[in-house]
């Protein structure tokens, strides 16, 4: 039997005898408490419950960890006091599985009468990010050798009939969410603090802990919420009308909307953002009814955008408007600097891009659909390492289980997940998905090897059983259920295809050999090899590389492909520089690739030349913070055409990484390389936050010399080639050295 078929069969007797994927931070716990909901109803969209429990307590322990499950989301408060704004993961790790908070609730306790109360939100319908239950329950399980709480019935459970639905239009279906109408005439004032006189009818126990409808439980494996608490507009101005009121935040972000009003009972007040119909379709808004006298109100659902807009009918006397930021729990730690403003301003929206895509996952937009599409988080997760600080790690991590946990039986993967409503595979997304820019890159960027003995098997089962070889070595191509390779003209798929898979192998072989997987690393360097021999022969034709069947102008994205695969010899690379200069039909997601192409190909001032040529017009719009869906807005965008789209950051990534030249050579930047290609420009720096701490680097040109300040965190080793071409290493501390410049 060959090497590869015998490879392949022990693959999938492995996949045979693997029970299940182990899922992303998973624990063995002893749950006692219940899941607990309304006996009225459980499974209406958008129901909104009321949970609240008093609890008398002789002492006060040191710790009391709460672990909360919630379907979908859930506000708490102990005591009156807010501990949890708004809390939970959308559903789920997997299809038969749910996310559970930890929470320490011992430092709101008080010894005597205390009360736990939590406003949970049923989303009650799938979408591209949510599998719905069917049922809405609460399961809260606190264990202390000094207390115990625990939802059952006891626990008393009110339909919250103050939160409803507005009227048509809905958000389109893409979101689990729908639009929050409050009314607040139904209100129950104080019912989350201690002496409320009011009546709960009492819980009804549903399901036990780990069983169905909500499934297995999975620890949160990012953090809570960051909460900025109330702030004020930037500005606030009125409509000529001077019906609408148009509150401008600093950025665009993610917001819950607040008022404070005067008005008699029965108002209703409109409020969204100026990006409710972002992207083509209906997003999120809200309505408030109001009741007689002062009364204050924050829309739970969040929003994003650059500004908020309340709609104020006649008779309601605005006292106070203000919003609240919430986010991923990450720090701006890493930044970019440079001579030449315009790209300051690329790489700075590039980071509020990648911030406002980020909250239970990866996002494409944070406004029509807020989903797990893989190809933007490939790119997402690479800017994420120059961007933001480590905590942010994680929230890949999470993505590359629930990618893997929801595999389709035939063995293909699929992306937006976790999804009610979707099982569609891009093939291309899924191949850079499990290759060197998506696992491998997360992998050697951050250091963190947990997930890859977990994900390999599925990982080998798709590539090696979904995916087949023609006669020649190369791979066939597979149309999938959208074979999609970016949006714009000209895509030439089975060049696309070969490179992505290509890589995609790469990868794998990395984890074969991190995994000590001698017979799997010897079989994927065969199928490697045949792909390199017959690479050339099929689809260069002399002048550029094309496949057979190819109509149409040349594909600049298969040209920067071979080149950033490796498949593409340096001799090459003569031909492929003229048809970049020409070629233009990538969107800004694809134009990456393009763009770093070019500085592999050691051509740093048509990349920068490139780079303003592509995003000249995006960033022309005034008032803009962020980076679009395509290079405009409207006609002139891609796929709905958001103005917030996680895939266009790509130079960020290429800025820090390439211009300043912080490269990693060992697993968590432990050891990285400096290695700048700055082109015309004369000074450059960058900071790029590490598990061993800062790494900042200063660069200013001079003659055929590069005069540099390396900080280089403690333990860790920085290489980088002298004046002279000796290679030379530091330590930690800071450093002046003099750098050869090593491109044109």
Known sequence: MKPLLLSRLLISMGILLMSQLTVVASETYNWKGKWISSSHTQSRPNTW????????????????????????????????????????????????????????IAPYLTPGDNVIAVLLWHFGKNGFTHLNSGSAGLLFDAVSPEAEILSDNSWGCAIYDAYGDTDAPHPNFRLPESNIRFDAR??????????????????????????????????????????????????IRRSDTNDTIYCRLPYNCQVTPYLKVNAKEGKVIHILTDNYTGGSENNLRAEYVTCDGEQEYENYGWFNGHEVRYVIPEGVDVVELKYRETGYDTDFTGAFECDDEFLNELWRRSARTLYVT????????????????????????????????????????????????????????????????WRKELPLQMLASVGWYGFHTQYYYSGDSSFVADIYPRMKHYLHDVWQLDGDGLVISRPGDWNWADWGQNSDLDVLTNCWYYLALKGEREFARQLGYKDDVDSISSVIKGIENAFDMRFWNGKAYRSPGHKGATDDRAQAMAVVSGLAAPARYKAIVKILDKEYHASPYMEKYVL??????????????RMHKRYAKMLSYDGYTTLFEGWGIGAEGFGGGT???????????LLSQKVCGITPVAPGFAEFSVTPQMGRLKKA???????????????????????ACLHVPEKVTAHYTDENGRQCTVGGGTHFVILKINHR
Not at 94 to 99: E, G, R, S
Not at 360 to 385: H, I, K, S
């Open 49 to 104: 419950l009321a949970f609240r429990k008093e609890v008398r307590l002789e002492n006060t322990p040191s710790t009391l960890v709460a672990r909360i499950g919630a379907d979908s989301k859930y506000w708490l408060w102990v005591n009156g006091r807010p501990v949890v704004f708004e809390g939970g993961l959308k559903r789920g790790p997997a299809p038969d599985a749910i996310y559970f908070d930890e929470v320490d």
């Open 186 to 235: 139904l209100q129950k004032k104080g019912w989350e603090r201690p002496g409320f006189r009011g009546k709960f009818p009492k819980a009804a126990v549903v399901a036990d802990a780990g069983k169905a409808p909500f499934g297995r439980l999975v620890a949160r494996p990012i953090p809570q919420w960051r909460n900025t608490g109330l702030r004020q507009y930037e500005s």
């Open 596 to 609: 770093e192409a070019l500085f592999m190909m050691n051509e740093p001032d048509r990349a920068l030349d």
């Open 358 to 421: 980020m909250r239970d996952n990866y996002m494409d937009c944070p406004d029509r659909e807020r989903a797990q599409w893989w190809g933007d988080e490939v790119n997402e997760l690479g800017e994420t390492f120059y961007a933001l600080s480590p905590s942010a790690h994680s929230l890949a991590v999470k993505g590359i289980y629930e990618l893997m946990n929801w595999q389709r039986d035939d063995g293909v993967i699929y992306s937006p997940v976790p999804s009610g409503n």
């Open 643 to 653: 103005v917030n789209h996680a895939w266009s950051g790509g130079p960020l990534t």
């Open 685 to 707: 720096s960058a900071t790029v936050d590490t598990n061993y701490g800062l790494i900042k680097v200063s660069l200013e040109k001079s003659g055929d010399k590069i005069n």
